[in-house]
């Protein structure tokens, strides 16, 4: 994926191990990937 083509996820998991799992699946397979802990925490990054 090239740097123009690069798309954000947010990650929501109050689970610490599947959360970050995640987050770094997806940026290895390229994303721009974020990662909340609850709702809030989601909320207030977008």
Known sequence: MSLEEKKSVLVVDDDDYARCALERALSS?????????????????L
């Open 29 to 45: 397979a390229g994303y721009e990937a974020s990662s909340a802990a609850t709702g809030g925490e989601a909320l207030a990054i």
